[in-house]
């Protein structure tokens, strides 16, 4: 559910009046300092995406399945390299706020802490992995709204496993453009195939059957 939204308007980066980016900050402080007030109750999370502070539980039994068969398989790939995989950590990216479903960052996340100290700063996460789950505005927001956020940050991959496209799909999407807060590369894998990320520090990881399967 929305805890508090309103409906959604340009960012600074897009080329706007001075009149209208003072509004754009503006909205951008309320929604910061709202959610830094928040008091959510046990199994909540708090958001700001895009111009929406959403609020959401913890996921369903196949949610929490695919996270951590994916958590666990992501160990396993880097074990030999300075990147590790997060859970429950919070990104901030000028007062936007994300809990993706797993992070692929530094393994000492004191190199990369944002300018309060509440999280990581988006410029040090080298990819984010979210299972897409149901219902029409969830699925909404993984699929539309974070990816353009996640663009917009510039984090070099945005992995989505979604149960609800078809008959199951893995999407890879690659090579950001900040400006337009979009991925110039997309990849779709079907269930039954194995899905490679192409490159940066899971470079070579496979998302196949033993990840996705019932």
Not at 129 to 157: N, Q
Not at 162 to 182: E, R
């Amino acid at each position: 559910m929305t805890a508090l939204a309103h409906e959604p308007c340009p960012t600074v980066d897009d080329g706007l009046s001075p009149a209208a980016e003072t509004e754009v900050r503006d909205l951008d402080e309320v929604l910061w300092q709202a959610w830094k007030a928040m008091e959510l109750p046990e199994g909540y999370r708090a958001e700001i995406v895009e111009e929406f502070i959403e609020v959401s539980p913890t996921g369903r039994r196949r949610h929490g399945v695919i996270i951590n068969r994916l958590r666990r398989a992501l160990e396993a790939h880097l074990a030999d390299g300075d990147n590790v995989a997060y859970q429950d950590v919070t990104i901030i990216h000028r007062r936007k706020v994300w809990i993706p479903d797993l992070f692929i960052a530094p393994e000492d996340l004191d190199e990369i802490p944002d300018e309060e100290d509440l999280g990581v700063d988006a410029s040090g996460v080298r990819a984010v992995f979210e299972v897409v789950s149901p219902g029409h505005e969830v699925r909404s927001r993984d699929r539309k709204r974070k990816r353009r956020a996640y663009a917009r940050a510039g984090i070099p991959l945005y992995v989505l496993i979604d149960d609800f496209d078809g008959d199951g799909t893995v999407v890879i999407l690659t090579a950001p453009d900040p400006d337009k807060a979009v991925y110039a590369d997309e990849h779709r894998v079907p269930y039954g195939t194995d899905a490679v990320i192409p490159d940066g520090p899971a470079k070579g990881f496979v998302i196949g059957e033993t990840i996705v399967k019932p």
